[in-house]
């Protein structure tokens, strides 16, 4: 089983790559867990442009790597609770993430994706979501192998 | 203005305590943000013994520090979006959020607060509760002050 979280973003914050690789290695002995973080200059020119400019920069970097059982993140998606998430990933052998970067995702691009969901209806800096969404994954797998942690 | 984040753990992340340094500094223009962390030997002990008696625990450890406006974090609080946070902490000079220990809160002890909030329909470990309040909270004073970190 392999899960890959996409996101965008320029730089990373050592605090939020730390967490990130304690939840990657605690996830090792039940999916391959991959953080895969894009970026590049179209992306940051379209930012200096508009919000429209900026989301298709998004998609234009995303859609290569749109395999698999594709979830993307947005706030006015789906809300779960834990143990929905942990169904959501119980059944797909290749699961991927995107998270949009500063402006979000285009209407048209959410609309291949799967499914859609929200980690709250609070808006979260993209580093918050990154880690929330970390987290809650190896809480999901956790909760599908039986195993104590989510207790 | 005051903003006091009381929570009980034993042991602490170098990560989430950086995250939240960042988070407090930041928002030192605006409030005197404080985490205050609670734990001692009458906690560890109940918590050895059932969810009851860790949530007394908690309840006891909590409630000298009961002053001004007090939020409770609970799974089945009260979900807000961002801009309803920040209306939540604009009127007041002294807020006080208390995060539950492994057990969560006795419905008595929540009771005693002004407002109880979720974070999330998603469980969130405790330190990923920590760090998305302090972000959070610095929204909300951004917000409120009109400062464009959120836009």
Known sequence: MRIG???IEK?????????VKEYVKQASR?????DIVVFNKEIAKAQTVDALAAKEAYTK??????????????????TLE???????????????????????FCADFL????????L???????KIAKVVLFEQIYRGLCINHHHPYHK
């Open 5 to 7: 979280v996409y996101s």
């Open 11 to 19: 730089s990373s914050s050592g605090f939020v790559d730390g967490m």
């Open 30 to 34: 039940y999916a391959k867990l991959e």
């Open 61 to 78: 970097a995303f859609e290569p790597h749109m395999k698999g059982f594709c979830v993307a993140l947005d706030v006015q998606g789906e």
């Open 82 to 104: 834990s143990t929905s998430f942990a169904k959501m990933i119980a059944s797909e052998s290749d699961i991927r993430f995107f998270i949009g970067g500063a402006y979000g």
């Open 111 to 118: 609309t291949k994706h799967q499914k859609v969901i929200s």
């Open 120 to 126: 709250s209806r609070l808006t979260y800096a993209h």
